[in-house]
């Protein structure tokens, strides 16, 4: 009887219909990545898969799948203007797997259907590498496991168990395969898909220019910005200023970091004291900036290698911030800058054109004899709280002059307007100031034990230059919503608008539980994001160096990486070889005997003793008989015996080895092929 | 499998002489039988009662009269009938008026070697009387307990079960017997022999005892001493374990039957000459010692008798 052809084998429908959920599966969180265009060309593809499976005369036909192909091709050109790159590339593999969908016909399709979906679920760790995402993930990729199983099992219904355990085994042996890759597979310093193909233009977070309303946009949005985790105890919320960018130049409508400032020596604090140690891991934002607590207080050379302190003591990174970055930083919450250099003076001093009659009659009206330059700063804090300003993050749209008009018509917006104007007015007033961008707050999450600083925590405030005191913070918000400053983020308070999140009653029952719940939920967040993102190439060397490899260069982790992976399958082959093979020494002799025997056509059946196989061996091969005989005799001897020593089984071994039949000249007739 | 004897791969020790000559005299007498001569011979030297199964006519009570001369046994029969009464076989307590007192008269079953005839051709209650006596080598008549000679042994004859006026015997009941054999019509040639020849019984009174109660003690003793070593052990194990598993069978081996197995292969390799068992020694008895207690599961809950067997052998690897 021919053996039935596994390969080709026709598949059954659960098989067919388990792979196409599989794919959509594997496909959802893929989704918000692509174009709507490639998830409807998926969706199409999979109503024509489900009416396929429930009306088998509606499959398609070679053209209709020739056309698919065609308007899927195209759909994928259109919707991304390419068809390599990451977005291009991954919406192609997907069109072309939900087509292999529709040709799910044999066993052989559905297993490049399941070795596709591998790529697939590789593909989507470009995207995102959450914690949630892997899990996910991951269970799809344990059900494409699965499904492998199934279709290799042979024909008929492989028992459900039986798939389960074999999927559970081949898991859990991969496990530790995962384990020596995780730690040694090298890693690359930039990340292997950025091949110039397409430009990641998406920022995330914070911009590097401050007009009216630019953070306003970031004050809705919920995304973490980073977290700090605190060595020395956890300042005052009002005092968590987390300093970006600094601001010089202004034009028109917006401020900017400026390009005239002479790359100076980095800033260094003539004065400083309580001092604060923390570490930061930045989410990716794609900018350079980094966030350090007013003000920073380490020497130049103490910052990480990869970041630079600037004029202003920004510091930045000097490649865009591409995955999760850890820093360590120390800063001292009082201080005291140096004087500021006469050219940064000068450029702390620049007005826009855009200064109106009266603006600067405003500015005039607080100059009067005497009045010290913080005097001066007192007035323009003066002004903002005693006149008719309103904190709003919805404020009304401006017009060409976006200064004047806020300071004289609208009034009312929010931190970026207050600081923008506030820095002009100085300036006008002959107060050197300049903007600073960055975070407020920061919401400490007890279970953790770090602090989340949110992108609506976002917030822009004023420096100004005061002889004799260097650059002081001054924060204008503060005069018109002193709960921005020192109670919870302003966004909070809004309500309408905001985001769901906010509008559950905090101080509740469900409010509180909810919180739990959240910090829980992010400190396995950077957990993940301790132990696994941010393993590193940096990480990976420190790895090797513990285990004294440095010496051996670059080429120690790839042997190392090839020589544990080697050992862990071995292990595993071992161990499956052990459970085959007896351990025995004197059955493995004899069964080392009888394989070479069904070599020359004589095999043993599983139920046949060892004298009857002798007696049948002789009267097959009477040549062999002798010796075969002999060697039976051996190891019945060693074997079934009471009174047998080690040297028998020696000998056994000795005799089985030396024991290689020949073929017979003419093959055993089909009365010997026993079993 | 059936007549592959294993190979005797050392030299004869002595006591093979012994049984050599026991079964060279038997098969002398019952032609064409060696196998089954064997088997019974095994059966008894492992201290195992014995059912013979066949048609009738084809020489069962001869065999069981033949091996009761052979062994030097004192041989009593009961023809088991329905009208049979358990006191026919243990034995009644008369009153003597002389003495003025009970006196037990032992029944055939204080006996040596007891020939039940016919054993399915009585009713349950007397099968059960005998049956009892066999398993515990003693009887309880009036409430005081007599034991039963030493050796004792029991060889039952039954006619297949589908023959009229017959009481099959239970599984439990089954289980008791070490093994159970067929006889089967003789080969042709033996035939022709036996018609020529001289009448069997007559040969079989003439018959001396070759066995002394000493040598067949000291042979049931050497049984025990016979090795089986720790694969031999795993080998009866998986052949149990396979019963009690393969959805051929109600139910598998019992314990007792696994006990006896084991025992039935050391005897068997003591008529090999040996003193340690080999995979073919069990196999040789698998059809005897295993088929009987085991009932198929298909309707008729009837096995083939080889058939099983076969199946068996060839399911369990050998280790």
Redesign the interface.
């Known amino acids: 009887m021919a053996k039935p052809d596994l390969i080709d084998a026709p598949s059954r429908r659960d098989q067919t219909l388990a792979i196409t959920l599989t794919v959509a599966a594997a496909y959802l969180p893929l989704g918000r990545f692509m174009a709507w265009e490639v998830s409807a060309f998926l969706a199409l593809v999979l109503v024509l898969r489900f009416a396929a499976a429930r009306w088998p005369a509606a499959t398609p036909g070679r053209w209709t799948l020739l056309i698919l192909t065609l308007v899927g091709g195209l759909n994928c050109l259109v919707a991304n203007q390419s068809l390599v790159g990451k977005v291009g590339g991954t919406a192609l593999l997907v069109t072309m797997l939900a087509l292999k969908l529709l040709e799910l016909r044999t066993r052989r399709d559905h297993r490049v259907v399941a070795i596709v979906l591998g790529l697939l679920i590789t593909v989507q760790f470009l995207f995102d590498r959450g914690l949630g995402l892997t899990l996910y993930l991951g269970a799809v990729a344990v059900m494409t496991v699965a499904l492998l199983v199934d279709l290799n099992g042979g024909l008929g219904a492989a028992p459900w168990r039986r798939t389960a355990a074999v999927t559970a085994r081949l898991t859990l042996q991969a496990a530790p395969l995962t384990v020596v890759l995780f730690l040694l597979f090298p890693r690359l310093d930039a990340p292997l898909w950025n091949l110039g193909l397409e430009r990641d233009t998406g920022t995330i977070g914070m911009t590097d220019h401050l007009e009216p309303g630019s953070v306003g946009e970031l004050v809705i949005n919920g995304e973490l910005a980073f977290r700090a985790r605190f060595a020395t105890p956890a300042p005052k919320r009002q005092q968590l200023y987390w300093r970006g960018l600094v601001l010089w130049e202004v034009d028109d409508r917006r401020w900017s970091q400026g390009a005239d400032l002479p790359p100076g020596k980095a800033d260094r604090l003539a004065q400083m004291a309580d001092l604060i140690d923390y570490e930061v891991v930045l989410e990716p934002s794609r900018q350079r900036w980094l966030f350090t607590l007013d003000l920073p207080a380490q020497a130049p050379d103490e910052y990480p290698a990869d970041t630079r302190l600037g004029a202003g003591f920004a510091l930045t990174a000097t490649a865009p911030i591409s995955s999760a970055k850890r820093y360590h930083a120390r800063s001292a919450l009082s201080y005291q800058t140096k004087a500021p250099s006469e050219a940064e003076r000068r450029y702390a001093l620049q007005v826009p054109r855009n200064v109106t009659a009266r603006m600067r009659s405003l500015v005039a009206g607080w100059s009067r004899d005497g009045a010290t330059d913080w005097d001066l700063v007192q007035a323009g804090l003066n002004f903002f709280n005693h006149e008719e300003f309103h904190y709003t993050l919805l404020p009304p749209r401006l017009g060409a002059n976006p200064w004047d008009e806020f300071l004289f018509e609208t009034r009312s917006g929010f931190c970026e307007h207050y600081a923008g104007s506030f820095a002009i007015l100085m300036r006008l007033a002959g107060v050197p100031a300049r903007v600073v961008l960055g975070y407020l707050g920061g919401e400490p999450n007890r279970i953790g034990g770090y602090h989340m600083v949110w992108q609506s925590d976002a917030h822009a405030w004023v420096e100004v230059a005061i002889a004799g005191r260097g650059w002081v913070r001054v924060d204008p918000t503060s005069a018109v919503a002193s709960f921005r400053v020192d109670n919870q983020g302003a966004s909070r308070l809004l309500g309408a608008g905001a985001p769901l999140r906010f509008q559950i009653d905090a101080a509740g029952p469900l409010g509180r539980a909810i919180r739990q719940l959240r910090y829980l939920a992010d400190s396995v967040d950077a957990a993940w994001q301790g132990w696994v993102l941010d393993f590193s190439s940096e990480e990976q060397k420190r790895l090797v160096d513990g285990l004294g490899l440095r010496e051996y260069g670059e080429l120690a982790l790839a042997g190392i990486m090839m020589t544990s992976v080697a050992l862990v399958m071995g292990l595993i082959l071992l161990a499956l070889m052990r459970q085959a093979q007896p351990q025995d020494p004197v059955?493995r002799s004899y069964s080392l005997l009888c394989r070479r025997l069904a070599r020359v056509g004589l095999t043993r059946?599983?139920?046949?003793?060892?004298?009857?196989f002798?007696?049948r061996v002789g009267a097959a091969r009477p040549d062999l008989a002798v010796a075969v005989g002999q060697i039976v005799?051996l190891y019945?001897?060693c074997?079934?015996?009471?009174h047998h020593t080690t040297a028998d089984g020696e000998r056994l071994a000795l005799r089985v080895r030396a024991f290689r039949p020949r073929a017979a000249r003419h093959p055993p007739g089909p009365r010997d092929q026993r079993? | 499998m059936k007549g592959?004897l294993?190979?005797t791969?050392h030299p004869d020790p002595p006591q093979a002489n012994l049984t050599e000559q026991v079964l060279a005299a038997a098969g002398a007498i019952i032609l064409g039988k060696e196998h089954a001569l064997r088997l019974a011979l095994a059966c008894l030297l492992a201290r195992g009662h014995l059912l013979i199964e066949d048609l009738p006519g084809v020489g069962k009570t001869t065999l069981a009269h033949l091996l009761a001369r052979l062994l030097g046994l004192q041989y009593s029969r009961i023809q088991f009938t329905s009208d049979l009464l358990p006191a026919d076989v243990i034995g009644v307590s008369v009153y003597e008026r002389d003495n003025e007192r009970f006196r037990f008269h032992p029944g055939p079953v204080f006996s040596q070697l007891v020939l039940a005839d016919e054993i399915n051709r009585a009713t349950p209650k007397a099968q059960s009387a005998l049956l009892e006596a066999m398993e515990e080598r003693q009887v309880t008549v009036d409430g005081e307990t007599r034991p039963l000679p030493d050796p004792f042994f029991v060889i039952a004859t039954q006619n297949p079960s589908y023959q009229i006026g017959t009481y099959p015997l239970p599984e439990s009941q089954l289980d008791r017997f070490l093994m159970r054999i067929r006889l089967g019509y003789p080969p042709a040639a033996q035939e022709k022999v036996l018609l020529a020849g001289e009448d069997r019984r007559a040969m079989v009174e003439r018959q001396p005892a070759i066995l002394t109660a000493a040598d067949l003690a000291r042979l049931q003793g050497l049984v025990s001493q016979v090795?089986a070593?720790a694969?031999?052990i795993d080998y009866c194990l998986a052949i149990l374990q396979f019963t009690r598993r393969s959805e051929r069978f109600v139910h598998g081996l019992s314990p007792r039957a696994g006990v006896g197995l084991l025992r039935a292969s050391k005897a068997w390799a003591l008529l090999a000459g040996r003193?340690?068992?080999?995979?073919?020694d069990v196999?040789a008895v698998v059809p005897a010692c295993c088929i009987h207690r085991l009932v198929g599961g298909d309707a008729a809950g009837r096995l083939d008798h080889d058939e099983v067997a076969a199946l068996i052998?060839?399911?369990?690897?050998?280790?």
Request: proline share 15%.
């Open positions: 059955t059946a599983s139920g046949e003793g060892p004298a009857d002798a007696r005799g019945v001897r074997h079934f015996t009471a079993g | 592959s294993p190979t791969i090795t070593t694969p031999i003193t340690y068992v080999i995979p073919e196999q052998l060839a399911a369990v690897p050998v280790p």
